[in-house]
């Protein structure tokens, strides 16, 4: 199927093209402000199928909405009613098509033509009226707080805020392209004529800011969002996404003595803290035991032995770990234990511990094995 994409190089239409082609659909025609006239009208004559996602929000001058969202929007209907298959359209309009404003009646109008071409032609047609979007790719300081706030959080560049009490309506890049392609897919079926996203998030600015901010601090508290929370673990990873190329990576801080090295990883609010150990030669750690901390250990280097004794017992119990065979190795409550290297290289251990550390609850008490 031959799919024409307008506005192939914008935040949805790159996302678009992108999803459709992990899917398989590789005959698509991209068109971009770089299209020629003779491109698009040989794009239009071939279309079986057409997302029109071009058009203009941020021009210099209040006429260029009519242009660029009504005017090109005729020009793509009179090519595609040119086309013996009239294409079906799904066109990307604006919750602002019902406001009084210029953006606003440019879309409503180009929505009018949108509607026409599909009555006129007996062909489906779908129109939607997209909320605040979000994701990777979006372009900064243009037409998204999203992508300009994670933008100038990530690079300590100053926000402003007027209303922190001001109410977004939000809908995530991927929500939006897997309901765009489901179109695609289910296009035998009657379609209504305004389609929606689901889901949609609303978040005050301040609750956003306070979101946003609390990712950038991460790198020191070492803390990760709950990813139960959906809306927060799509806008984490949007976040993720505007970090200046030269800062992915950050250090973490290595505890080190004659023995080796311990390092937090990563905590999170409900599912504990990740840490890396790393044990010299002949050195053993440990030697306490816990009322209600649990732990997991898993040896991914070198070779060891970890020991238990319940407290009040004089029987040991060993369990010998390698990295040549990747076990983990529970740490039950009531037990003492320790970990030794037996090898003659560092070993290193991975450390699940189901609570991030108190020091005033540490539930650790000495106790040889």
Not at 7 to 32: I, S
Request: charged share 25%.
């Amino acid at each position: 199927m031959k799919i024409l994409i307008t506005g192939a190089n914008g935040f949805v239409g790159k996302n678009l093209v992108a999803e459709l082609r992990n899917q398989g659909f590789n005959d698509l025609l991209l068109c971009t402000r770089n299209t020629t006239e003779t491109e698009l009208k040989q794009y239009a004559s071939e279309a079986e199928f057409v997302y029109h996602l071009a058009g203009i929000n941020r021009p210099k001058e209040d006429k260029e909405f009519e242009v660029g969202n009504k005017g090109f929007t005729e020009k793509l209907l009179t090519l595609l009613s040119q086309n013996p298959t009239s294409p079906p359209v799904i066109f990307s309009s604006s919750t602002q098509a019902d406001l009084a404003n210029a953006y606003g009646i440019s879309k409503k109008e180009a929505e009018s033509l949108v509607i026409s071409y599909g009555q006129e032609y007996k062909v489906d047609v779908m129109i939607y009226r997209f909320p605040n979007l979000f994701g990777k790719w979006c372009k900064p300081n243009y037409n998204s707080v999203v992508a300009t706030f994670c933008h100038n959080i990530s690079r300590e560049i100053p926000i402003q805020v007027n209303d922190l009490n001001a109410e977004l309506t939000l809908a995530y890049i991927d929500d939006v392209i897997a309901e765009l392609i489901n179109q695609l897919e289910e296009r035998k079926a009657k379609r209504a004529l305004y389609g929606e996203v689901n889901p949609t998030y609303k978040v005050s600015l301040g609750d956003l800011v306070k979101l946003l901010t609390s990712f950038k601090e991460s790198r020191i508290n070492l803390s990760v969002p709950s990813l139960n929370d959906f809306f927060s673990k799509k806008l984490y990873s949007t976040y993720l996404s505007y970090l200046p190329e030269n800062q992915f990576s950050y250090e973490l801080t290595m505890h080190q003595d004659d023995r080796g090295s311990f390092t937090e990883f990563i905590r999170t609010p409900d599912r504990g803290q990740v840490s890396v150990n790393i044990s010299k030669p002949g050195i053993t750690k440990g030697n306490h035991w816990h009322h209600t901390k649990n732990e997991k250990f898993l040896v991914v280097s070198g070779q060891g032995v970890i020991r238990f004794r319940k407290i009040d017992t004089e029987e040991v119990i060993e369990y010998i770990v390698s990295g040549d065979k990747l076990e983990v190795v529970d740490i039950p409550v009531g037990y003492t234990h320790n970990i030794e290297n037996l090898g003659e290289t560092d070993m290193v251990t991975l450390m699940w511990v189901n609570e991030p550390f108190d020091s005033n609850r540490p539930d650790t008490y000495y106790l040889e094995v």
